[in-house]
């Protein structure tokens, strides 16, 4: 199976809250990363979480982390029409580091009004 | 601040023609890589450098090439393109590897080859 696996799409209604799921296979990664992705742009560092931490929390945005699983959760809080990106999931894997990160192949989040 | 500039935004090859993809930033990262972006398929590193002077094969590197002659600079060359080379191409650079290694992404290049 893949690296890193995500759902393609995600609907949910304006106020709601979201959560993004993502799967990896790398056991050691270290770092573990959340990309945002608005139409047309590149991608955007939207947070990280360390793999000695089980949750971070920054404003909307919790973070969980369930290392036995291997399963990385992004929930977005009140979700707004600005929310509507492609969200990436970026496990640092072993000996990751010069060769740059794994993305997942993205989840669309898409917001009903 | 100017960040990861990629030039061209858009550009549309016939098969067999050769072209260049710009990538500058201005960040003084040592990190620099290329990635290309399928619809569905995520990214895929086709190839990077930890410096000027040294580059590394990707996860798809066959039909690049890369030169790193500068901090700055990391170019992208496609030889005979194909069309299965048509895709968005994201260049990005980072400071560090380790540590938070983040990466700072340019807007993009889209590429079509027919």
């Known amino acids: 199976g893949e690296d890193v696996e995500q759902s393609l799409f995600l609907s949910v209604r304006e106020g709601d809250s979201s959560v993004i799921n993502c799967t990896y296979t790398?056991?050691?990664?270290?770092?573990l990363y959340w990309y945002k992705q608005e139409p047309g742009a590149g991608l955007q560092l939207l947070t990280y979480i360390f793999s000695n931490m089980d949750m971070k929390q920054d404003q909307r945005l919790t973070v969980l982390l369930n290392k036995k699983d291997k399963h990385l959760s992004l929930r977005i809080a009140d979700t707004q029409t600005g929310d509507s990106a492609i969200y990436f999931c970026a496990p640092r894997m072993t000996g990751g580091g010069a060769d740059g990160l794994t993305f997942g192949k993205g989840t669309h989040l898409i917001i009903q009004p | 601040n100017a960040g990861v500039t990629q030039t061209p935004k858009f550009r549309i090859l016939k098969i067999g023609q050769s072209m260049t993809l710009q990538c500058t930033q201005d960040m003084n990262h040592n990190y620099m890589y290329w990635y290309r972006q399928d619809p569905g398929m995520g990214l895929k590193l086709i190839y990077y450098?930890?410096?000027?002077?040294?580059?590394d094969k990707g996860e798809v590197p066959n039909g690049y090439n890369v030169s790193r002659s500068t901090t700055e600079d990391f170019p992208l060359r496609l030889e005979l393109a194909a069309p299965s080379q048509t895709s968005v191409y994201f260049c990005?650079?980072?400071?560090?590897?380790?540590?938070?290694?983040?990466?700072?992404f340019g807007e993009g290049s889209r590429l079509t080859v027919l």
């Open positions: 790398d056991s050691s990664s270290t770092y």
């Open positions: 990005a650079s980072s400071y560090v590897a380790g540590a938070t290694g983040e990466l700072f």
């Open positions: 450098s930890v410096g000027a002077g040294i580059t």
